[in-house]
Nanobody, 119 residues
Framework: QEQVVESGGGLVQPGGSLRLSCAASRSIFSDNTVNWYRQVPGKERELVAVISSVGMTNYADYVKGRFTISRDNTKNMVYLQMNSLKPEDTAVYYC?????????????WGQGTVVTVSS
């Protein structure tokens, strides 16, 4: 069954760094774009960063220059390196993959990993 699992969240002080990881099933990972979203309780989930199957990236304006998304296609892994963290980056971060597995179109979400930026 296709799935993604996030890890790497935690408590960090403002200005600090964290690296989130997303481990995906090979079937859904291959040839598909991977997205990182985040959500604060009471607010809508928002797109943070995107990486295509060939490594093209895009970022939300509020994380540009601070966050870097990357992928290792040999390990079916995507990473989100978060630097210069701010309290407003506090959220649950989710990995998401949409795409075809054979003839099936799927959208897979992880369970999320909590990032708390606080002194």
């Amino acid at each position: 069954q296709e799935q993604v699992v996030e890890s790497g969240g935690g408590l960090v002080q403002p200005g600090g760094s964290l690296r989130l990881s997303c481990a995906a099933s090979r079937s859904i990972f291959s040839d598909n774009t991977v997205n990182w979203y985040r959500q604060v309780p009471g607010k809508e989930r928002e797109l943070v960063a995107v990486i295509s199957s060939v490594g093209m990236t895009n970022y939300a304006d509020y994380v540009k220059g601070r966050f870097t998304i990357s992928r290792d296609n040999t390990k079916n892994m995507v990473y989100l390196q978060m630097n210069s963290l701010k309290p407003e980056d506090t959220a649950v971060y989710y990995c998401n993959i949409k795409g075809f597995v054979g003839l099936r179109y799927l959208e897979v979400w992880g369970q999320g990993t909590v990032v708390t930026v606080s002194s």
